[in-house]
């Protein structure tokens, strides 16, 4: 108890303390800063007007010559400097980005003539000398002439990002923001990333020690910020098809020259009806195999999988409807096709999103904003439910479609056992935003918001009875491998608010200090029903995961930016907490009070009935996270770059208020219900048993990096980082009550460890032809553990606890060599060759794509070998090319593009890694040819050529785009 409370001092006396400092200050945005001298004698000058043309905002020069202006938001500004008796300097094309120190100098000419101006184009530094940790930045034009486009697509061609890992950590460790807000729902720690890239004006990912300000993720920040201007209307709309086809390895699914049309031919069924033994004994074998072909004829939904063409449209719309009103809306509509059968015949998404701000003064500005977002699929989704986040759910069931060529539920996956319901998701955010400039060195914004996210897996159809039910009730075609009515009950449904409230202050006390502070807090509430029911035994097996709750979390933080010219300094401190804020069970060994003998049981009734458990009260938890970052300029052209900081993140909440429990009733009610008059116990297939003792994991980060300005034309980044991760919820146990122990529950517990250590290069150019391009290569080896019990035994029990001893491995991308191109072409309107007078090649653009990495690692020793060296050999490299040409065309000031981009250039495909007997017959016999080396088909023997190559290189896919520029 002593303890408790002084843990609950100290966390509110740091509350106390930060938030009380954060109400002096505030801020997000981009900041300008620099010095003016006179050109002749190098002078400072006082009193220089600096505005920012575009926003017509600006500041004074001091008595230094110094000026700043904070809170721009990212784009590009023209920047003019006056002064009265010295021609105006005006910068154009200055590139402000989010929580970057633009330096803008400026030396003025002293001149007679009343109202000269000299006008000259503005250079971003190729170094930013005020980056301290790594940061990867991408512009709106950038993501235009390239052939992304989606963000998790936009994403991979970053150094350090591979198959949705961020430095060998995974994408669950990450979370992204919609302009400095979160995105992330919680429950499974999905965020939500179908943003309009048309409505983005800069992607910055960090992968490296990002400041105090950003937390709740231990391996990247994703931040998305919208466009924004405050004079004129502008915007894009785009069309964008993929022609029908066949984009699956192998030939069409249901082909007549497939195993089930071939050999269930006339022969078979006059044998079928010659044999006394069969079903189909002295029945016509024409009549049999007219009705055979008619029962695997597919219907439309399934057979014209390959005769859907994929249609998307795009619109984004933004600027201002008066000098205080400006606004931004963004839609997006596909029609998706999947590349297999599929139980719906289309997995449409959609988004919307926008905002719209209100200037009321000078210095008072709100803003109400958000977006709408969501799908129905079929297909296999990169959402977290699909991973251990959600325990055993998703483990059990596959999406509802046909990816094999012989599937039993091939002509009907509705209903088939095992099969999960297509997943309709729908995403809402709104939040209200209050920006307010205190002075020209102070201003704070202000953010409510609510977020919702919820998932539906369940037959929303009406395709199966609630009477009939698999394994029992199934029925199969004529060849009874094949399905053809399947009565499966499973469903998932869950439902995930967060309300949050968060302030962010800035005050630049000085010249050298930019001070940050702030606070973040989230109510949650959710709820979680998993559901799946079968036949076994001759009885209903009801396997349920159900619970909710409603718990919070919060941070505050304190931050300071120091800058001189040979020292920039980013130091700062955070604190995180959380509480589940529930009452969990005082028993963690018999949750539902089953057990005579434990209290709460009620002595009427008999093993395996529930009965109302005694609970407790679950505990806050904190964690403190110091960071530092450092970048020193060792020259004019290059820049040595440090940071180190402690990064913690909370747990998804299905770890911590799981309720795994089966029953054996036939009332689907009552099956929901874990505590009713019925025999009930805890169960280990199907959900995490929550932990209410699960705290922060955490990840210790050491960067260390070097950046070189080559010829002020070229950028090179080399850059090594360690990761050290603890107290990560990986582990897990199975938790046995002593009386009854034929089943358990298995609970997560933050005993698990990880090791992450890699090297970064990039070399990029700044080059003002034509031609640019981006190459990067990376390296990690990571390794992982647990400690702790597989067993462990309620007290009283006859068994004893079995520990897991030091278990350890290495990561399935481990020592992997990734190289990534990136080369464009621009001919901007009205350049490249003439001919004929005209200029044809002008608004011309090709950018392409490159990517590849080196073979698994694998350990093969052929017969006789008697060497044991591990990971002796490597599978074949990966690698693919994707390519985007576009050429524009103008009518007065509106552009249109027409555009083709290509996946996979040269239609590449890539053996997948063989194992056991497969790999031994292709090592053994390299001359044969590759029906005969490669693996067939267990059921009809025919070469598996649907299944020899991955997906990783999937086929060439090529998309035809229109679009309007204005």
């Known amino acids: 108890m002593r303890k408790n409370i002084y843990s609950a001092s100290v966390f509110w006396a740091i509350v106390l303390l930060l938030a009380g400092t954060a109400v002096l200050f505030a801020g997000t945005g981009g900041k300008i800063a620099g010095t003016i001298t006179d050109a002749q004698t190098g002078d400072p000058l006082v009193g220089v007007n600096i505005i920012v043309e575009e926003l017509q905002t600006g500041a004074s020069s001091d008595a230094d010559g110094y000026f700043f202006i904070l809170g721009l938001h990212p784009g590009r500004y023209t920047v003019s400097f006056s002064y009265v008796g010295y021609k105006t300097l005006t910068k154009t094309g200055i590139l402000v980005v989010t929580d970057r120190t633009i330096v803008v100098n400026a030396t003025l000419e002293s001149s007679i003539i009343e109202g000269a101006e000299v006008t000259v184009t503005g250079q971003r530094d190729i170094v930013e000398k005020d980056l301290t940790a790594s940061e990867q930045v991408v512009g709106d034009e ?55 890239l048309s409505a983005i004006q800069e992607l910055s990912v960090q992968t490296g020690g990002y400041n105090a300000e950003y937390g709740e993720a231990r391996s990247a920040i994703i931040n998305v910020v919208e466009k924004e201007s405050i004079t004129g209307i502008h915007g894009s709309f785009l069309g964008r098809m993929k022609p029908a086809g066949t984009y699956h390895f192998g030939p069409y699914l249901y082909s007549r020259d497939n195993y089930d049309f071939t050999n269930y031919d006339l022969d078979y069924w006059t044998d079928q009806s010659n044999d006394p033994l069969s079903r189909f004994f002295q029945q016509d074998p024409a009549e049999l195999l007219s009705q055979w072909q008619s029962q695997i004829t597919p219907n439309d939904t399934l057979g014209n999988y390959n005769e859907r063409a994929e249609y998307e449209t795009e619109a984004t719309v933004y600027g201002a409807l008066s000098n205080r009103v400006n606004f931004l809306v963004s839609g997006r509509f596909k029609r998706g096709v999947g590349i297999y059968p599929q139980a719906i015949p289309f997995n449409p998404e959609h988004n919307i999103q926008g905002y719209v701000n209100f200037k009321i003064n000078n210095s008072l500005k709100i803003r109400v904003g958000g977006f709408t977002g969501g799908w129905e699929s079929s297909g296999n989704l990169s959402v977290n439910f699909n991973s251990l986040e959600s325990a055993q759910e998703s483990a059990w069931l596959i999406p509802m479609q046909v990816s094999q060529p012989y599937s039993r539920h091939k002509f009907n996956p509705m209903g088939a056992i ?67 009515q399947g009565y499966f009950h499973a469903w998932d449904k869950t439902s995930s608010s967060v309300f949050q409230l968060k302030g962010d202050f800035t005050s630049q006390l000085d010249k050298h200090n930019l001070v940050k502070a702030g606070f973040g807090f989230k109510q949650n509430d959710f709820s979680y029903e998993h559901f ?83 609970t407790v009260d679950t505990n806050l938890k904190m964690a403190l996270a110091p960071r530092l970052g450092i970048s020193h300029p060792i020259s004019q052209h290059s820049v040595l770059h440090f940071s180190y900081g402690h990064f913690y993140q909370r747990p998804s909440w299905t770890k911590m208020f799981g309720l795994p429990y089966v029953n054996y009733t036939e009332s689907d009610s009552a099956a929901l219900d874990p505590y009713g008059n019925q025999f009930t116990y805890m169960e280990e297939w199907h959900g995490w048993y929550g932990n209410p003792g699960m705290g922060y994991e955490r990840t210790v980060q050491y960067e260390l990096g070097i950046d070189y300005d080559i010829a002020n034309q070229y950028k090179f980044d080399l850059t090594g980082y360690y990761k050290d991760g603890n107290n990560e919820a990986t582990v897990i146990t199975g938790v046995y009550a002593a009386t009854y122990n034929t089943t358990k529950a298995l609970m997560v517990s933050n005993s698990g460890y990880s090791d992450v250590r890699g090297v970064e290069m990039s070399l990029g150019s700044h080059l003002r032809g034509p031609f640019n391009f981006d190459a990067s290569y990376d390296i990690f080896w990571s390794a992982s553990g647990e400690v702790g019990f597989s067993r462990l035994y309620e007290p009283g029990s006859d068994l004893i606890d079995v520990p897991k001893g030091l278990r350890s491995g290495e990561s399935i991308w481990n020592n992997f060599h990734k190289i990534k191109l990136t080369g464009n072409m621009y001919l901007p309107k009205g350049g490249g060759p003439k001919l004929f007078g005209a200029n044809p090649f002008g608004d011309l653009n090709v950018n392409a794509y490159f990517w590849w990495r080196s073979g698994d690692p694998y350990t093969y020793h052929s017969p006789g070998d008697i060497s044991t060296k591990t990971n002796n050999r490597r599978w074949f490299s990966y690698y693919q090319l994707n390519l985007k040409i576009s050429k524009g065309f103008h009518l007065l000031n509106v552009r249109s593009e027409l555009s083709v981009d290509i996946r996979n250039v040269f239609n590449q495909k890539f053996l997948r890694r063989l194992y056991g007997d497969d790999l031994i017959r292709w090592h053994e016999n390299p001359n044969m040819p590759d029906e005969q080396r490669l693996p067939r088909n267990s059921y009809s023997n025919e070469p598996d050529v649907w299944n020899w190559y991955t997906y990783e290189v999937p086929p060439r896919e090529a998309y035809l785009q229109f679009k309007i520029d204005f």
């Open 142 to 196: 950038e993501i235009r002439k390239s052939w992304i486009r989606t963000l998790p697509e936009l994403l991979e061609t970053q150094v350090g990002v591979f198959q949705g890992t961020f430095r060998g950590s995974s994408n669950l460790q990450a979370v992204y923001l919609l302009d400095n807000l979160s995105v992330n729902s919680g429950l499974v720690s999905d965020n939500y990333t179908s943003f309009n």
């Open 418 to 484: 095992y099969l999960q319901w297509p997943e309709e998701r729908r995403w809402n955010q709104v939040y209200l935003k209050l920006s307010h400039v205190l002075n020209q060195k102070t201003f704070y914004e202000i953010t409510a918001s609510y977020l919702q996210d919820k998932m539906d897996r369940s037959d929303r159809y009406g395709r199966i009875p609630d009477s009939l039910y698999s394994r029992r009730d199934d029925e199969f075609m004529m060849v009874d491998r094949y399905i053809k």
């Open 532 to 614: 799946m029911g079968v036949h076994e035994g001759g009885a209903r097996w009801n396997l349920v995961n159900l619970f909710d709750g409603k718990p919070y979390e919060g941070n505050v933080y304190l931050q300071d930016k120091i800058e001189f010219p040979g020292l920039i300094l980013n130091a700062g401190l955070r604190m995180d907490f959380f509480h589940q804020n529930r009452k969990a069970s005082a028993n963690m060994f018999d949750p539902l009070a089953f057990q005579p003998g434990t209290p709460g049981h009620d002595p009427e009734e008999p093993l395996g009935f529930p009965g109302t458990p005694e």
